[in-house]
Structure formats: structure tokens, C-alpha cells
């Protein structure tokens, strides 16, 4: 082919809208940083994106409008996402983030935020933002662990699996084109459950007792339609064991048998949950539908 054919051929595929290959580093600029207080991630990380695009807001009055009590320990990336919106920022919350797709938005001048685990064995779920990269390892701007955090593609990943590899993209509206450049199929919602799904299956092959792969795949299935089979999943996954904790950050499963009838599984569930955190209005949601569902 020649020199004339290749250039044409490149012109043709970023018309297209295929993504070029990412640099090998990248750091974003204007990353601001405030360690948080407690249970106070995700007003930190409100405040990190927002200061990224120009807007300044404390962290207290970002906490006063997220959370749903003084001292509320979860925050919800929907919820996230929905403060964001006030000051002109869209949103999209996908799932089955990989390394490859973190450099690929950095790389175009796009924070990412991660939900993953705090660390290492901890079951607490924690927000940082990935603003950066070099070879192997992530600079990621930390609530608890400071400014410049540095993890390996490796570390990235098994922390991250415990959320089903879940990424928020906040940019303003002009930019919308660029996001859907660098996100490729996965800014559609169903091709990334789809995406999910494929790889959720992959994984319960590979790793067949983990929780966290069983509960990716139904959430997959149960927002690909099929609450039926979800609900079958879910029930695997709270089978082979997850820490209470986790139905405070993650209630598809409660969804899932909402719709397919199962209300005695949801009390049992959600009853165990509210013992811990008898103020959560998302589990109190699902217990008073189960309660409903069984009184009809």
C-alpha cells in the first residue's frame, strides 16, 4: 500500500470515528484535591470533576446536597451523576471498564471516576478519579489516599472487579462527540450491558465461586430484560457469600426478584441489611415493595 493509500486509509477511520491509538502517558491538569471527611468520597469527587471544568464548590455544601442524612455512608453514582447535572455536566455510568478504556478517555481530556473497593480485602466501596497513566500504572486523585495514588493496570483491575468494573464519564454537552469517539460502543447503555454480559460469562467460566462475577452477569441479564434469570444469578451470588455491606451499595438483586416475585427472598435479604443501616432509603424502598408484593 502506498504512503498516499495508508494516509487516506487513517483520514477514512478517524472520519469514522474509530479511535487512534492512546499516547503512551498522559496527565490531566487542574485536578483538584481535598482529603475527604468521613464517608465524604463522592462529595470529593464532585468537587474534583467540577474544579477539572471550571466550577468550585466546598465539599460540605456538595455533601449536604448528595447525601440523604448527616453522616449518610452511601452515595450512588446516580446520585453523583445527578449533583454533576446543576452545574451543566453530563453523565454516563458504564460497566466492564478495562485499563484500555481508562487511557482512552484520559488521553482525550477526560477524568474518569472508578468505583472499586478502598483497598485490598476492605468491603467498603470508595470513588477516585483517574486523571493519568504512564506504561503500566494509574495516577488516580484519592479522597483518603491522597492527590497522587498510583496503582498498576493489575491492582486497577482487582479492586475494581469487585464492582463489576463500574466508570463515570461526566463532560460538558459540547463535548459529547468526543466521549462517544473515545467509549466506542460502550457509550450506547445496551451494547455495554451486552458488553458486560459477554464478559460476565467469561468470568463465572473462569472463576466460578466469585460473588462479584455472578452478581456482574445478572446485573447484565437483568438489564438486558431477562429478570427471570437474573433473579436465578443473584441468588447464586448472595449463596456463595457476600458481606452484608455490599446490599448497601448495590440493591439489583432486590430489583430483580421484586420483578419475578420473589418478596420472601428480598425480606430475608434486606432484613439482615437494615439491621446494619436501618436509615438506607434504597434498601427501606425495597422492603416496603417486597412487604406489598406478599400483602396482595
Known sequence: MSLVSRSLLFLGLVLAGEAAAAPASATLKNIRHEYQGPDNCAPVTALTLLGYYGT??????????????????????????????????????????DPDTLRELVSRGFPVVVQQRLKSGSNVAHFRTVYGYSGDSFLLSDPLRGPSLRLSSAEMTDLWRYYNGEYLVAYPPSREGE?????????????????????????????????????????????????????YQFGRAVNLGLPTIYYLYRQEAFEAWTQAGWYTKTLQVTGRALDAWPRSKELQKFRAAAQAGLAD
Do not use: H
Open 56 to 97: 468550585r464548590v466546598t465539599q460540605s455544601a456538595a455533601a449536604g446536597a448528595m447525601k440523604d442524612f448527616p453522616g449518610d455512608p452511601q452515595v450512588t453514582s446516580l446520585e453523583l451523576a445527578a449533583y454533576l447535572g446543576r452545574f451543566g455536566l453530563r453523565s454516563v455510568i458504564r460497566y466492564a471498564g
Open 179 to 231: 466521549v462517544r469517539a473515545a467509549m466506542g460502543d460502550d457509550f450506547s447503555a445496551t451494547a455495554n450491558w451486552r458488553n458486560a454480559q459477554r464478559l460476565g460469562e467469561r468470568d463465572i467460566k473462569a472463576r466460578p465461586s466469585d460473588p462479584y462475577g455472578w452478581w456482574g452477569l445478572a446485573k447484565a441479564n437483568l438489564r438486558l430484560g431477562d429478570a427471570e434469570t437474573a433473579s
